[in-house]
T-cell receptor, first 112, second 114 residues
């Protein structure tokens, strides 16, 4: 079945450091790929998405590129802020499907 | 309005109580979801409604009973819960299933079962 694997955390960085959170997937067909973020005490919010191979999703300085050849969707940000401290979930959904498959989540701590 | 609202924010109940969680969206979305999220885990799908009809029940115990009174509202009725049911309950909606299925989440109800 479909699955998402993302790097285990927690990831601890200093402010202005470069961030990469790895995500790989296994899926039949051509899924859409997502990064959701969950801040402490809140629900999930969509951070960015990509719906086909080679698409780049971007938002708030975060980027991820849909790589079909490596089945990956790694999240990157050039300079993290304390306010980016949260849990990040990589996810996939097949078009016309009812389910979204979530990775285990990666907790990010950013120190001032 | 791109918001999904959930009430209450917090709920404490005994194992013999009956309570309900409520979710509302006014984005015209035709798919609505209930998820359960335990600490430090991803959301687990419980139920999916499509066009106000139950499409998926992920083998959820009958002490959880979903209801979709109309296209904007989703309820989760709770009865005779167990302490292990304590979790964050998230509601979500998406336009439908023809597109990429981007989901909009509410803030959740933090449920504690004593």
């Amino acid at each position: 079945g479909d699955s998402v694997t993302q790097m285990e955390g927690p990831v601890t960085l200093s402010e202005e450091a470069f961030l990469t959170i790895n995500c790989t997937y296994t899926a039949t067909g051509y899924p859409s790929l997502f990064w959701y973020v969950q801040y402490p005490g809140e629900g999930l919010q969509l951070l960015l998405k990509a719906t086909k191979a080679d698409d780049k999703g971007s938002n708030k300085g975060f980027e991820a590129t849909y790589r079909k050849e490596t089945t990956s969707f790694h999240l990157e940000k050039g300079s993290v802020q304390v306010s980016d401290s949260a849990v990040y979930f990589c996810a996939l959904s097949n078009t016309g499907g009812f389910k979204t498959i979530f990775g285990a989540g990666t907790r990010l701590f950013v120190k001032a | 309005d791109t918001e999904v609202t959930q009430t209450p924010k917090h709920l404490v109940m005994g194992m013999t109580n009956k309570k309900s969680l409520k979710c509302e969206q006014h984005m015209g979305h035709r798919a609505m979801y209930w998820y359960k999220q335990k600490a430090k885990k991803p959301p687990e799908l419980m139920f999916v409604y499509s066009y106000e009809k139950l499409s998926i029940n992920e083998s959820v115990p009958s002490r959880f009973s979903p209801e979709c009174p109309n296209s904007s509202l989703l309820n989760l009725h709770l009865h005779a819960l167990q302490p292990e049911d304590s979790a964050l309950y998230l509601c979500a909606s998406s336009q439908d299933f023809s597109g990429d299925n981007e989901q909009f989440f509410g803030p959740g109800t933090r449920l504690t079962v004593l």
